[in-house]
C-alpha cells in the first residue's frame, strides 16, 4: 500500500537552540520511498549525518522565537509483517558483531533485572521466535494502554511494576524481557497506517533465526503498513527531536493516509520498484 505519512511541529525557543531532528526514513526492507518534503520555518543552515544505527538525522540551530518543522512522504509498505513460529533461537556466539550489543542492558531497558519474570512468561515455550511472540502477547494482555501514565523517565522496570503505559513504554518492556533470555532486541520508531489515536508510534524488533523480526505489543494481532524512520537501543537513541537548550513543544500534527492508486498504475509503480519486500521485517 502507498501511505502519505508526516508531521508537522511547532516550537518557541527561548534562546538560538541547537537540535538534532530524526524524520527522514529511509528506503529498505518493507518500505520505499516514492516522495518526501521537508520544511522548517524560518530557513535555516541544515546538515545530515547518518549515526551508528544507519539513522539519518539532521542538524540545525532554531534561531529566537517560533520554530517549526513540516515533513512529508509518500512511501511504498508492506501490507503483512513477517512471522515464523518455530523459529530457532540464535546463539550468542553466532551474533553478527553488529548485533551483540542489542542484547545487552540500556538506559531504559534494564534486561538485567527482569530475568525472573522473562522466565514466567515464557516457561514451556520453545526458545527463539516463540519467546518473543510470548512476550509480545503477555504485554498485549497484561500492560494497560494509557495516555499521561507514563514521562520520559519511565523505564522497563517501572512499568512491569505499574502494568501501565504508552507504546514507548510497551516497547522498551518488549526489548528489555527478550534480552533477559538473550536474545537481541531493538526499538523501532515510526509511523503506523490506522493506529487510534494516531500519533508517532513504537514497536520492537527480535533478532531470531539470524534475522530481525517486528512485534508491536500494542496490537491485537501482526499489522503491516510501517515506515520505519529509526533504530536504536531504546528510546535515547531514536528520538525525533533531541534539543540542547530551552525550547518549547507547542503542537505536533501526524498524520497517516492511504493513497488511492489506479489498479494499471499501482502495476506499473510495483515494477518501477522490483527490490520492494512483500512484508516488513529487516533481515539486516
Known amino acids: 500500500m502507498q501511505l502519505n505519512a508526516g508531521c508537522e511541529l511547532s516550537f518557541f525557543a527561548e534562546t538560538p537552540t541547537p537540535l538534532i531532528l530524526m524524520l527522514r526514513p529511509r528506503s529498505g526492507a518493507g ?33 529566537e522565537g517560533p520554530f517549526s518543522i513540516h ?38 531497558c534494564q534486561s538485567d533485572q527482569l530475568g525472573e519474570l522473562a522466565t514466567q512468561i515464557t516457561e514451556n515455550v520453545a526458545s527463539g521466535y516463540d519467546q518473543a511472540e510470548a512476550i509480545r502477547k503477555w504485554i498485549h494482555e497484561t500492560i494497560t494502554y494509557q495516555y499521561g501514565t507514563s514521562n520520559a523517565s519511565t523505564s522497563a522496570v517501572d ?6 503505559g504508552v507504546c514507548r513504554d510497551f516497547t522498551h518492556l518488549g526489548i528489555s524481557l527478550c534480552r533477559a533470555l538473550n536474545i537481541p532486541a531493538r526499538m523501532v520508531v515510526g509511523y503506523l497506517y490506522q493506529l487510534n489515536p ?23 494481532k501482526p499489522l503491516g503498513n510501517r515506515i520505519t524512520v529509526a533504530y536504536g537501543r531504546d528510546a535515547a537513541d531514536v528520538a525525533f527531536t533531541t534539543q540542547f537548550g530551552q525550547m518549547t513543544l507547542n503542537n505536533m500534527n501526524v498524520w497517516v493516509d492511504a493513497v488511492h492508486v489506479e489498479p494499471a498504475e499501482n502495476e506499473k509503480k510495483a515494477n518501477e520498484a522490483p527490490t520492494l519486500s512483500n512484508s516488513a521485517g529487516s533481515p539486516n
Do not use: K
Open 159 to 164: 512499568t512491569a511494576a505499574s502494568r501501565i
Open 31 to 63: 518500505q520505499w520511498i516514492i516522495r518526501e518534503e521537508y520544511q522548517i520555518t524560518p530557513a535555516v543552515n541544515v546538515t545530515e549525518f547518518t549515526d551508528m544505527y544507519g539513522n539519518l538525522c539532521q542538524r540545525v540551530v532554531a534561531p
Open 71 to 108: 515533513f512529508s512522504a509518500t512511501v511504498q509498505t508492506a501490507d503483512l509483517i513477517d512471522t515464523a513460529p518455530g523459529a530457532p533461537y540464535t546463539p550468542v556466539e553466532e551474533l553478527p558483531d553488529d548485533v551483540l550489543h542489542y542484547t545487552l542492558p540500556s538506559r531504559y
Open 198 to 220: 494516531m500519533d508517532l508510534h513504537a514497536w520492537f524488533e527480535a533478532y531470531v533465526d539470524g534475522r530481525w523480526f517486528t512485534f508491536d505489543a500494542t496490537q491485537a
